[in-house]
T-cell receptor, first 115, second 115 residues
Framework: GAVVSQHPSRVICKSGTSVKIECRSL??????MFWYRQFPKKSLMLMAT?????????EQGVEKDKFLINHASLTLSTLTVTSAHPEDSSFYIC???????????FGPGTRLTVL | GESVGLHLPTLSVQEGDNSIINCAYS??????FIWYKQESGKGPQFIID?????DKRQGQRVTVLLNKTVKHLSLQIAATQPGDSAVYFC??????????????FGSGTRLLVRP
């Protein structure tokens, strides 16, 4: 149990285009989901906390207009990278927290490459 | 500011030996700590957790030790196997102002198991 999926697993796009990444909790409901970014050989950096039915909370330094987050249901959150540039190339990982628990279950990640 | 860090960026051990990965944290108010394993190109995988009211917790081949006096966390892996080769992250669960929680990750230690 407690499986989190991400789609797509990898995406290559041209500079200036927008890319949407989906995060789904497959067998549990998640009131809260999290989006992380990870550069090569670096740790996970929290970008934002996504709460079902409300606005996301962004970490300091993360542009909310560039990284749009939507958490429309208890099993789905989406991250849209708008007007992507090469510096946005990274490994994006989501996690989902079951309602009532402190732990987070992580998705397999999405490798974004912006040309 | 808050930080979670590691003493050794890379640890190389002989197959069959025990491994010890260390982590220092700075937020004495953290009440929950987790160790994650991340293989290349994948999302973090939960290994073991410990609450702040405990000093030690054991799992299958893994033990986590918490020393709140010096704010130190360690992960011990018994009889290390080639499949244990990965990057290991410690994370602390920090409470934010609105009563929600977020994870702060350490910088990671790469474990290399020599055959």
């Amino acid at each position: 149990g407690a499986v989190v999926s991400q789609h797509p697993s990898r995406v290559i796009c041209k500079s200036g285009t927008s890319v949407k990444i989906e995060c789904r909790s497959l067998d549990f409901q998640a009131t809260t989901m999290f989006w992380y970014r990870q550069f090569p050989k670096k740790s996970l950096m929290l970008m934002a906390t996504s709460n079902e039915g409300s606005k996301a909370t962004y970490e300091q330094g993360v542009e909310k207009d560039k990284f749009l987050i939507n958490h429309a249901s208890l099993t789905l959150s989406t991250l849209t990278v708008t007007s992507a540039h090469p510096e946005d190339s990274s490994f994006y990982i989501c996690s989902a927290r079951p309602t009532g628990g402190p732990w987070q279950y992580f998705g397999p990640g999405t490798r974004l490459t912006v040309l | 500011g808050e930080s979670v860090g590691l003493h050794l960026p890379t640890l190389s051990v002989q197959e069959g030996d025990n491994s010890i990965i260390n982590c220092a944290y700075s937020n004495s108010a953290s009440d929950y700590f987790i160790w994650y394993k991340q293989e290349s190109g994948k999302g973090p995988q939960f290994i073991i957790d410990i609450r702040s009211n405990m000093d030690k917790r054991q799992g299958q081949r893994v033990t986590v030790l918490l020393n709140k006096t010096v704010k130190h966390l360690s992960l011990q892996i018994a009889a290390t196997q080639p499949g244990d080769s990965a990057v290991y992250f410690c994370a602390e669960n920090d409470r934010v102002m609105d009563s929600s929680y977020k994870l702060i990750f350490g910088s990671g230690t790469r474990l290399l198991v020599r055959p």
